[in-house]
C-alpha cells in the first residue's frame, strides 16, 4: 500500500521567512502533484512533476523531485500572507490500472506579519 | 470555477435521510472520482470511473451509492449514514489514464457534509 508523508503537518512561519516542506513516499513512482487548498476551497493544481529531477518554480514557491530519495521538496521563499493555506502532495500509483493519486495529510501553512 | 461543479455547498441530514450529491464537469474528461476529506486525515479515495463503468471501490460502505450516467455527471446517493459520516466530500476528474498523469486532477469546491 503507497503511503504518502508529509512534514510538518502545521508550520507557522514569519513574512519574509524561508522554509521546506518534506513529501516522502513508499513506492516507486515517478509522478507527483502538489495542490493548495484554501480554507473553505476546492484543491487547485501547483505544480506536475513528472521526473526525477524534475524541478517547477512559481512565485515564491519551487518544487522538486527526488525519485531514488523518493521525496519531494516544496520550497518557499520570503513568505507573505497571501501563501498561508493548506499544501498536499499527492503521488500517482504507477502500474495500476487505474490512474489514481494518493495524498498526503497536508501542512498547514500559516504566515505571520 | 474550476470546471467541476459540486452541488449542494453545504448538507445537513438525518440518520434516516436519503439524499444526492451531484458533481458535474465540461472539461472533456473521461474519468471521475470521489474523495472524502476528514479531519486529521488524509484525503481518502472512494470511488473511481473510467467511461462511465466503476474501476474502483475502496472498501466504501454500501450507505454510499454511486452513479455515473455519462461522462460528465457523478452522483453519490446518501441513505442511513453515520455522524462519523460527516466530512467535505470532494469531486475530481481527470483525462484517461493515458493522459492523466500530466495534468493530475481538477477537483470540485466540495460538499460540507454533516450528519445530525
Known amino acids: 500500500e503507497l503511503k504518502v508523508e508529509q512534514n510538518p503537518l502545521f508550520l507557522s512561519m514569519q513574512e519574509g521567512k524561508n522554509y521546506t516542506i518534506y513529501c516522502n513516499y513508499s513506492?516507486?513512482?515517478?509522478?507527483l502533484y502538489w495542490y493548495r487548498q484554501d480554507p473553505g476551497k476546492s484543491l487547485e493544481s501547483l505544480f506536475v512533476?513528472?521526473?526525477?529531477?524534475a524541478v517547477k518554480q512559481e512565485g515564491r514557491l519551487m518544487a522538486s523531485l527526488d525519485t531514488k530519495a523518493r521525496l519531494s521538496t516544496l520550497h518557499i521563499t520570503a513568505a507573505v500572507h497571501d501563501l498561508s493555506a493548506t499544501y498536499f502532495c499527492a503521488v500517482d500509483e504507477s502500474g495500476g490500472s487505474n490512474y489514481k493519486l494518493t495524498f498526503g495529510k497536508g501542512t498547514l501553512l500559516t504566515v505571520n506579519p | 470555477e474550476t470546471g467541476v461543479t459540486q452541488t449542494p455547498r453545504h448538507l445537513v441530514m438525518g440518520m434516516t435521510n436519503k439524499k444526492s450529491l451531484k458533481c458535474e464537469q465540461h472539461l472533456g474528461h473521461n474519468a471521475m472520482y470521489w474523495y472524502k476529506q476528514s479531519a486529521k486525515k488524509p484525503l481518502e479515495l472512494m470511488f473511481v470511473?473510467?467511461?462511465?463503468?466503476?474501476?474502483e471501490n475502496n472498501s466504501v460502505p454500501s450507505r454510499f451509492s454511486p452513479e455515473c450516467p455519462n461522462s460528465s455527471h457523478l452522483f453519490l446517493h446518501l441513505h442511513t449514514l453515520q455522524p462519523e459520516d460527516s466530512a467535505l466530500y470532494l469531486c475530481a476528474s481527470s483525462q484517461d489514464r493515458s493522459r492523466a498523469f500530466s495534468y493530475g486532477y481538477t477537483f470540485g469546491s466540495g460538499t460540507r457534509l454533516t450528519v445530525v
Open positions: 470511473y473510467n467511461f462511465k463503468e466503476q474501476t
Open positions: 512533476l513528472l521526473s526525477n529531477g
Open positions: 513506492t516507486t513512482s515517478d509522478r
